[in-house]
């Protein structure tokens, strides 16, 4: 009896130690997809402090589309408006900061990473940027939001479908 009671508490004690891994610094469990998915999303940030709006178009998909979260479609755009609007909005930006918080990866995948894989990640984004007004004062934006960037994967990178 007494050795069935220390391989009981053996094996719970056991189970309490595994842990669960965690991409370095988030909450998201590991994987070798997770990781990827986060580490394009993390391009994408480093790409917008740089205000660098070549390397953003390179990250996007052809059938890239933002609806961007109104109700009505009149400032909806695709890929071929994506650079208008980047270079439109960094024009009027400057000393960019861009961080988030990573919150979860959702995977449309079988297994390992298949061309059309789908990935969304779920990211708490905190920026600051400043802009000038028509009369050339310059005021600092502090702006909090909750995003989602759907990817897709080409069998070599993933490449942003929405969330710019």
Known sequence: MTRWLFSL????????AHQVAYVS???????????????????????????DADALMLMA???YWE??????????????????????????AS?????????AVHQQCAGDLNVGCRAAVEALIDS???????FGH???EDKRDQN???????????LFLSGY
């Not at 508490?9 to 309490?16: D, G, P």
């Not at 479609?73 to 009027?92: H, M, P």
């Open 9 to 16: 508490a053996l094996v719970a004690t056991a189970a309490c």
């Open 67 to 92: 609806h961007s979260g109104t109700p009505t479609g009149a400032d909806d755009y695709g890929y071929e408006g994506l650079r208008n609007v980047l270079l439109t909005r960094f024009q009027k």
């Open 95 to 103: 000393d960019i900061r861009y961080s988030m918080r990573y919150l």
């Open 148 to 158: 989602q960037f759907v990817m897709e994967w080409d069998g070599h990178r993933w």
């Open 61 to 63: 998909h052809k059938q």
């Open 138 to 140: 310059q005021t600092r």
């Open 128 to 134: 600051s940027f400043t802009v000038t007004d028509v």
């Open 25 to 51: 610094g988030t909450k998201v469990p590991y994987s070798a997809s997770n990781k990827s998915a986060l580490d394009a999303v993390e391009e994408y940030r480093l790409a917008v402090e740089r205000q």
